[in-house]
T-cell receptor
């Protein structure tokens, strides 16, 4: 079953709030990802975790703080966001790439639609 | 030049027709290729991986031309449910390099 779940589905927060987005997968995948997607644009990678270690940070502002508590869970902590951070936040997972050459398909969760007021 | 380029469309195609999408990528070191579809306000869903030998899944056929750095997707006998945005996705691959690069997507509308 290729299923990635995300909570909450929708989130409205003020610029001074602190909130967290949660992602869970039970496919045994060891790589997990956060993406941000604005309307009519493709997803943009934010962070990659491989074997619970942060392996890629795409120069994301520090007001976004990822956390990988275990191999099934991925969180994104939000603090002091700006209205331009309003977007769909997508979590994805895949098998981790251990060999040079090729990579594995990523499976996306339904996303959290975030509005910053 | 963008890393992954697609015709943004929109493509408005009558039901039952055949439609083809093309995509080019700039990094010759790219090793993995995918087509995803994304419905309005939903997450991208993997449609198919693309292999050098070409691959087919029902009405969908994907081709890869490494020499020309070109990927294609063919949809035969199109259905209303095929209406979506189709994203061409490329990955350089390699250890620890799980970064997918997305094209801007091609919007397809199947007309009854």
């Amino acid at each position: 079953d290729t299923e990635v779940t995300q909570t909450p589905k929708h989130l409205v927060m003020g610029m001074t709030n602190k909130k967290s987005l949660k992602c869970e997968q039970h496919m045994g995948h060891r790589a997990m990802y956060w993406y941000k997607q604005k309307a009519k644009k493709p997803p943009e990678l934010m962070f990659v975790y491989s074997y619970e270690k942060l392996s890629i940070n795409e120069s994301v502002p520090s007001r976004f703080s990822p956390e990988c508590p275990n191999s099934s869970l991925l969180n994104l902590h939000l603090h002091a966001l700006q209205p331009e951070d309003s977007a769909l936040y997508l979590c994805a997972s895949s098998q981790a790439n251990l060999l040079a050459g090729g990579s594995y398909e990523q499976y996306f969760g339904p996303g959290t639609r975030l509005t910053v007021t | 030049r963008k890393e992954v380029e697609q015709d943004p469309g929109p493509f408005n195609v009558p039901e039952g027709a055949t439609v083809a999408f093309n995509c080019t990528y700039s990094n010759s070191a790219s090793q993995s290729f995918f087509w995803y579809r994304q419905d309005c306000r939903k997450e991208p869903k993997l449609l198919m991986s693309v292999y050098s030998s070409g691959n087919e899944d029902g009405r969908f056929t994907a081709q890869l031309n490494r020499a020309s750095q070109y990927i294609s997707l063919l949809i035969r006998d199109s259905k209303l449910s095929d209406s979506a945005t189709y994203l061409c996705v490329v990955n350089k691959g390699g250890f620890g390099n799980e970064k997918l690069t997305f094209g801007t997507g091609t919007r397809l509308t199947i007309i009854p």
